[in-house]
């Protein structure tokens, strides 16, 4: 079945450093997101990609929809502690319209050290 | 908007025993997704409805387990006969197909422990 593999699985980080990982399936996506989430909690949507090539911000976050369509990453730019969380990039078969099921990575782990 | 809310938050349970979760989506959302969530995994998908018609199941989705949506509006996941393999954290989302794109915004979370 498909799978996302995603890198890298945690990461320690002086605060103000620049952070970016990423997602490769073995699959085509026509739709790849990325969510945050906290100990405890549900995830909470970061960006949303639907177009092959998209390059999408959202604040000092940045994420790219792969050419291929078969890659995503996400970049954070200039980390702060509240950056610490869990990242999970997802991929669907659908397009931008269409629901159906997601595909999640297995999540980086981000560590800020004031 | 309330965004989707997830009933109970934890449960704690003996094996053998049944279990119901509830889940309310964000009004008007048409879309609603169940997902179970293990420690240090991404969320892996349940089951999936559009308004009360449920459109697909995995194979994760055991005879044990069963989801409705009666009225296309809350959703029940049941699981009969729990056992420890199950406890995990069932994760809530939905979506609409009403809007120019379908984005899946997730609940808190059922933190499921089987004794």
């Known amino acids: 079945g498909q799978q996302l593999n995603q890198s890298p699985q945690s990461m320690f980080i002086q605060e103000g450093e620049d952070v970016s990982m990423n997602c490769t399936s073995s699959s085509i996506f026509n739709t790849w997101l990325w969510y945050k989430q906290d100990p405890g909690e549900g995830p909470v949507l970061l960006i949303a990609l639907y177009k092959a090539g998209e390059l999408t911000s959202n604040g000092r976050l940045t994420a790219q929809f792969g050419i291929t369509r078969k890659d995503s990453f996400l970049n954070i730019s200039a980390s702060i502690p509240s950056d610490v969380g869990i990242y999970f990039c997802?991929?669907?078969?659908?397009?931008?319209?269409?629901?159906?099921?997601?595909?999640f990575g297995q999540g980086t782990e981000l560590s800020v050290k004031p | 908007d309330t965004g989707v809310s997830q009933d109970p938050r934890h449960k704690i349970t003996k094996r053998g025993q049944n279990v119901t979760f509830r889940c309310d989506p964000i009004s008007e959302h048409n879309r609603l997704y169940w997902y179970r969530q293990t420690l240090g995994q991404g969320p892996e998908f349940l089951t999936y409805f559009q308004n009360e018609a449920q459109l697909e199941k995995s194979r994760l989705l055991s005879d044990r387990f069963s989801a409705e949506r009666p009225k296309g509006s809350f959703s029940t996941l049941e699981i009969q006969r729990t056992e420890q393999g199950d406890s995990a954290m069932y994760l809530c989302a939905s979506s609409t197909s009403g809007g120019s794109t379908d984005t899946q915004y997730f609940g808190p979370g059922t933190r499921l422990t089987v004794l």
């Open positions: 997802a991929g669907r078969s659908g397009t931008y319209n269409q629901g159906g099921k997601l595909i």
